[in-house]
């Protein structure tokens, strides 16, 4: 069993992963390409709790290891939020990740700045017999009001890390790779992950 089933569909994600894991001798698939249609419904009460029910909800229906991402930003003027409702932060029934940041600097207008925030990720890695592992990563920067750059997805464009005075959406996919919250996590993931396949 060389095979890893990334738990997600989502393209940003699935590019991300396949990047932070290249070169370890795993062999990375997607639900999509297994035929594999799980709706998982991410209602626990921290990230923790969201990547292990995915991971270990496609570790079973696959019989495969699988791991799972969840994350969120948490902006300290909003008290942390979105945090764990970061996928789902507007008021819209079909919200674009266009429409969330819209909604995030709606909710920050007025707001003394810097908008100090950070990227929280947790991954989970889950085994057929229903072991889970777990490993964490995070990022600081502030949320600006003007959104730039193309790399990326979600609220990457507004999320300035002012140490390289630039965006997430800014960086290039090997240096946003060393310095993400979910790149951190991933890496931090690479030991279990080794240990499972014996690699």
């Known amino acids: 069993m060389d095979s890893l089933l990334l738990a997600t ?3 940003g994600k699935v590019a991300e992963m396949k990047a932070l894991l290249k070169g370890t001798g795993i062999t990375l698939l997607t639900p999509s390409e297994l035929g594999l249609v799980l709706e998982i419904s991410e209602d626990g009460q921290t990230y923790a709790e ?3 029910k995915k991971a270990r909800a496609f570790s079973q229906a696959s019989g495969m290891i699988a791991l799972s991402d969840d994350s969120g ?3 300290d003027a909003l ?3 979105p945090g764990m409702h970061s996928h789902r932060f507007s008021p819209l029934p079909e919200a674009t990740d266009a429409d969330r940041r819209k909604y995030l600097l709606k909710k920050l207008q007025g707001l003394r700045r810097p908008w100090t ?3 929280r990720a947790t991954v989970a890695v889950a085994s057929p017999s229903g072991d889970v592992r777990l490993s964490t990563g995070q990022c600081e920067g502030e949320i600006i009001p003007d959104e730039l750059g193309t790399n990326g997805f979600g609220y990457d464009p507004i999320f300035y890390i002012p140490e390289l005075g630039r965006t997430m959406a ?6 946003k790779n060393r310095l993400s919250h979910r ?3 991933v890496q931090n993931a690479i030991p279990i992950l080794r240990e499972l396949f014996g690699k």
Do not use: H, I
Request: zero cysteines; a negative charge; glycine letters at 4%.
């Open 9 to 11: 569909n989502n393209k």
């Open 50 to 52: 969201n990547a292990s």
């Open 73 to 75: 930003l948490e902006v």
């Open 79 to 81: 008290d942390g939020q």
């Open 117 to 119: 925030a950070r990227f």
């Open 170 to 175: 800014e960086l290039e996919m090997d240096e």
């Open 183 to 185: 790149a951190r996590a």
